[in-house]
């Protein structure tokens, strides 16, 4: 690990700001991970974030790194991948960053299928911004803009981003960290619109106010009601009331945009219509 961090971490970027017991550094060192595997050239990727907590994670890394404006990861990243197709573009995000503020740059991008992997640390609450409810917090959750209980309903981001046409979508949890490098190395290598829901733990302003007792505790959650696909599948609907799926939850082939793109730049060079 301390290979890793020399290797992939900026050292006077350190130490970073998450609270004890935040599962953002398991989710930042997964991605790390993954590129070592897929032994990408550092020069060959670009980490691209928006504002929040798990955003910050692109100051840290020893990429070519945007931290981006809120919501607007998806965007910048667009545009670079538009500009140097030969990168791997990597966005890091939030729950608030990715399906509020950031929600229709997030359907858009799926829709066009473009070759960028979407990294989101869902940890139901806005951390960084005071622990406000967020689209995917729970319902019935206490946040500081709802103290006696969110009603709000969240939404799946994982189906959602079916909906809207992306082409590889992945959910791991913080505790299942080997699955987690897994995915998120098998949504790099996929060409085109790849998103990996990573469940994580905000022990501070989530865990407090729903009392959840400490990181460990939270993790254990994640253990418990995490079930691969293949078992989830297998359960009756009542088993999994409380329960998600997680791996690989859908891979489909579809044209990439910027490789359809180059083909419009061709035709456009050429003057044919
Ligand atoms: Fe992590 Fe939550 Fe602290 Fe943010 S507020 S650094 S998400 S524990």
């Known amino acids: 690990m301390e290979q890793i961090i020399e290797k992939y971490f900026r050292p006077g970027r350190l130490p970073h700001i998450w609270c004890p017991g935040c599962g953002n550094g398991i989710v930042t060192g997964a991605i790390v991970k993954a590129i070592d595997k897929l032994a ?3 020069d060959d990727v670009a980490v691209v974030s928006g504002i929040g907590c798990s955003s910050r994670a692109s100051g840290y890394l020893d990429f070519n790194t945007v931290h981006s404006a809120h919501g607007r990861a998806l965007p910048v990243a667009t545009g670079i991948k538009l500009a140097e197709p030969r990168l791997k573009v990597i966005v890091v995000t939030g729950d608030g960053d990715a399906t509020a503020i950031g929600g229709n740059h997030f359907i858009h991008a799926a829709r066009r299928n473009i070759d960028v992997t979407v990294v989101l640390y869902n940890n139901n609450i806005y951390g960084m911004t005071g622990g406000q409810y967020s689209p995917l917090t729970p319902t019935n959750s206490k946040a500081t803009t709802a103290q006696y209980g969110t009603v709000d309903r969240p939404f799946d981001v994982t189906e959602l981003a079916k909906g809207a046409g992306a082409t590889y979508i992945a ?9 987690l490098v897994d995915v998120i190395a098998q949504g790099i290598e996929h060409e085109g619109f ?10 501070i302003s989530y865990g407090r106010q729903n009392k959840l007792g400490a990181a460990p505790n939270m993790m254990k959650w994640q253990k418990d009601h995490g079930i691969m696909l293949a078992a989830y599948n297998k359960l009756t609907n009542d088993q999994t009331e409380d329960k998600f799926p997680i791996g690989i939850l859908y891979k489909a082939p579809a044209p990439e945009y910027t490789a359809e793109y180059d083909k419009v730049i061709a035709k456009a060079q050429k003057g044919a219509k």
């Open 194 to 203: 790849s998103i990996i829901e990573a469940i994580t733990a905000c022990p």
């Open 40 to 42: 990408i050239e550092k």
């Open 171 to 179: 959910r791991s949890t913080t505790f299942h960290t080997q699955l």
